[in-house]
C-alpha cells in the first residue's frame, strides 16, 4: 500500500532514523516521504525499485538494482531451450507501474523478436509479484486457455503460485514448463522437484 509506505516511512523519520534504505513499491508516488526526509536531511537509499520521479544523488542517494532488461533476456533463452522453442506461453507480469516489470518484459520480448521464436503468447495478465494472485490468475488462464503449456513469471512468488494452481488442475510436473526469475529458495527447490524449469538470478550479492 503505497499510502502506508509514506507514511512507515515519515514516521521512521519522526522516530530519529538517519538513514534509510527503502524498497518503493511503485516506481512513482513516494514524492512526499523523499520529500519530508530530504526537509529533515534523513538520507535515503533504494533497492530494486527505480524511482522514475526524482533524481539520484539530488532527492535521494542512489539506487542499487540488477539490468532487469538482460533478466528478462536470459530468461527468454533459457525457456525457449526447456521448450524447444515451441510452447504455448503464458505469462504473469509483475506489478504495473513497476520498473522491475516494464524491464523484464521488455527484455523478454525482445529477445523472442531477436531470436524469431516459434513461440505463441496465448494469454498475459499481471498477479503483482505474489503467490496468491500468481494461483488465482493461472487457475484462471488454465481455463481460458487450456493449451497453455509454458509460463513465464516475472518473479518466485508468482510462479509458486502458478505451481500451485496446476496442481490443482491435475497437471503433473514438467506438463507446463516454469521460467521465473530472482531465485529464491522455493523456487530452487521447484527446479529440484521438476515442477520449475529455470530461474535467472543475476546477482547473488544483490542485497
Known amino acids: 500500500d503505497l499510502n502506508k509506505e509514506i507514511s512507515d516511512i515519515k514516521g521512521m523519520v519522526d522516530q530519529g532514523a538517519q538513514a534509510l534504505v527503502i524498497s518503493p513499491l511503485n516506481s512513482e508516488g513516494l514524492d512526499p516521504a523523499l520529500d519530508y526526509a530530504r526537509t529533515k536531511k534523513v538520507p535515503i537509499m533504494t533497492i530494486d525499485r527505480f524511482l522514475t520521479t526524482k533524481t539520484a544523488c539530488q532527492d535521494y542517494i542512489g539506487w542499487v538494482g540488477s539490468d532487469f532488461v538482460v533478466q528478462g533476456q536470459r530468461a527468454f533463452d533459457a525457456l525457449s531451450t526447456a521448450t524447444g522453442d515451441d510452447c504455448n506461453l503464458a505469462v504473469l507480469l509483475g506489478a504495473a507501474g513497476v520498473n522491475v516489470t516494464d524491464d523484464r518484459e521488455k527484455g523478454f520480448e525482445d529477445q523472442m523478436a531477436a531470436k524469431k521464436s516459434k513461440m505463441k503468447v496465448v494469454a498475459k495478465q499481471s498477479a503483482d509479484f505474489e503467490r496468491a494472485k500468481g494461483q488465482t490468475v493461472t487457475a484462471q488462464l488454465l481455463q481460458a486457455h487450456p493449451e497453455i503449456s509454458c509460463l513465464y513469471a516475472h518473479n518466485d512468488e508468482m510462479a509458486l503460485g502458478a505451481v500451485a494452481a496446476l496442481k490443482d488442475a491435475g497437471k503433473k510436473a514438467g506438463d507446463v514448463k516454469i521460467l521465473t526469475i ?23 550479492r544483490f542485497g
Open 182 to 204: 530472482d531465485g529464491t529458495k522455493g523456487a530452487v527447490q521447484g527446479i529440484i522437484d521438476g515442477w520449475i524449469s529455470g530461474v535467472i538470478e543475476s546477482n547473488p
